[in-house]
């Protein structure tokens, strides 16, 4: 077992990116789900139309079962399909999706078989429109999980993730292992290969390489330096080991995606807890082809902030999401955009006072970014995730598209009319109502108001954006008085103007606040 030990840290705090009031092209922010659902989404790809395909999983309230659901949308996040994949009183969740190149869906996971399994390896084939065309299990008596899947050049499919062995005599699943099962265009296993020690080695994430083999990332207590190591394994066509890499300090470090580069190398991402600033940081570590560690970067504030997807981006460098519970949530989405070395060039936060994550980002088509996730109450890219806050649900599946820059427009309080009154919240904000425009609007009413136009801000402040456009009017001076109140407590750093093309910084306000009211 080769280790590789290494130690470099660029610490990157999580910070307030705002988003200018004038509309960016082609940038939005979509959920999908319903009023009594919980829906997580894990994975997402970009379709050849130029929608999207997200999978994950979807959870009545009024059941304790999840259920598998796959989402179509075009290329402006509109909802095209929805189609949710159950097995009565059985856990059936996907965890991967990729397009095949017949235009249908390959999706991966783990379904409850009828055994007293713990859980078999899942793989569904479907057409466009989301039928299935055939499924299959894959798996033992433990718990076997399939974490990633790609098609392969032959036309039929790679799967990794873990298997987890079932101890007869304590009645309990007992270490873990990578798994990599290769299957035929109709699902048929042809050949499965584990690699792993004698604790818990888990994969994540796989690539097939450019020679026709394949890399595979995780984690990793058997081997290393830590309680957990980064884990890189490569190889052959026929799943043969070749050779295999850990990274990771003393505590525990957990890969979550990979990517092979443009050089034959690969960059890995998760979290670490050996290096950094916070309690878990962004880690990106970069590799040679054959797994020699060339550099590696911490992003990261003093909170908790983990990586679940990276790509490499047109420019070299890469893009990378996760969560941070640095932002003004208790988590929210962050996305990290560097050069080729892994210098930060910026980060951007999605999210507000809920719980809001991101699993997967892609670089579109036109050099911005999409995100996916999930958000729960409480060239541009795309990140896929999920949401508390916004949505119809719990939770929901979160799609974000951006800029090439990471922003995404506003424009939404043109809609009002109103003279708009930024708050930022330190801690709680005492009062139980703001002046808006000469109206008093109740606090809850307010932050959930401002939290539909703004996604990227925090507690830290808000900075001059777009030109002065109008002056402040006041319909009366005890709104003033209010008004100056926020700006000597802390709690107001500014508005918007009703037309949202400017933002009226704290200081121009407080002068004109001054001149009127003295």
């Given amino acids: 077992m080769v280790s590789a030990f290494f130690f470099f840290v660029l610490t990157l705090t999580p910070t307030v990116q705002v988003i200018a009031a004038e509309p960016f092209a082609e940038t939005w922010r979509r959920t999908y789900g319903g009023t009594d659902t919980e829906d997580y989404a894990y994975s997402m790809v970009q379709t050849g139309d130029g ?31 929805r189609v949710t994949y159950s097995k009565s009183e059985c856990d059936q969740e996907a965890y991967s999706v990729v397009q095949t190149s017949d235009g249908g869906y390959v999706i991966a996971g783990k379904i409850d078989p009828d055994s007293w399994a713990y859980g078999d390896v899942w793989l569904a084939k479907t057409d466009a429109n989301g039928n299935i065309q055939w499924s299959k299990n894959y798996g033992g008596i433990g718990l076997d999980v399939a974490q990633s899947v790609v098609q392969t050049s032959d036309g039929g499919y790679v799967l990794a993730g873990y298997t987890v062995e079932y101890d007869d ?7 873990g292992d990578f798994w990599l099962v290769k299957t035929d265009a109709n699902g048929n296993a042809l050949w499965n290969r584990t690699y792993g020690g004698n604790n818990n080695d888990r994969a994540q994430a796989l690539v097939e390489t450019d020679d026709g083999g394949y890399a595979i990332t995780g984690y990793t207590s058997s081997f290393g ?27 525990g470090d957990v890969a979550r995606a990979l990517v092979e580069t443009v050089d034959g190398g690969y960059a890995l991402t998760g979290y670490t807890r050996s290096f950094g600033a916070g309690g878990r940081d962004f880690w990106l570590v970069k590799t040679d082809a054959n797994g020699n560690a060339l550099w590696n970067r911490t992003y990261g504030g003093a909170g908790s902030d983990e990586a679940y997807s990276v790509v490499q981006t047109s420019d070299g460098g890469y893009a990378i999401t996760g969560y941070t519970n640095s932002g003004a949530g208790r988590t929210d989405v962050w996305l990290v955009k560097t050069d080729a070395n892994g210098n930060a060039l910026w980060n951007r936060i999605y999210g507000w006072v809920g719980f809001d994550g991101a699993y997967s980002v892609v670089q579109t088509s036109d050099g911005g970014y999409t995100i996916a996730g999930y958000k729960s109450d409480g060239g541009e890219y795309t990140i896929a995730g999920y949401t508390y806050y916004y949505g119809a649900g719990n939770s929901d599946f979160w799609l974000v598209k951006t800029d090439p820059n990471g922003n995404v427009a506003i424009g939404l309080w043109e809609q009002w009319g109103l003279l708009i009154v930024r708050v930022l919240i330190a801690g709680v904000f005492s009062a139980s109502a703001i002046a808006i425009g000469g109206r008093i609007m109740r606090r809850r009413k307010l932050l959930r108001r401002q939290a539909r136009f703004n996604d990227s801000v925090n507690r830290q ?11 402040l009017k006041l319909d009366d001076d005890s709104t003033g008085l209010l008004l100056k109140k926020a700006i000597e407590d802390g709690t107001l750093n500014g508005y918007f103007t009703e037309d949202g093309k400017a933002f009226i910084t704290k200081q121009y306000l407080k002068k004109t606040l001054d001149d009127k009211l003295g």
């Fill in 51 to 81: 929608g999207f395909a997200i999978a994950g999983t979807t959870r009545l309230y009024s059941t304790a079962t999840r259920s598998a659901q796959l989402i179509k949308t075009d290329a402006n996040g509109n909802q095209q399909l």
């Fill in 461 to 471: 402040g808000m900075i001059q954006i777009g030109t002065l456009s109008k002056e």
């Fill in 169 to 175: 005599s304590n009645y309990i699943i007992v270490g």
């Fill in 225 to 251: 330096a830590g309680e957990f190591d980064f884990w890189l394994v490569k190889a052959d066509s026929a799943g043969n080991e070749q050779w295999n890499k850990t990274y990771g300090g003393t505590s």
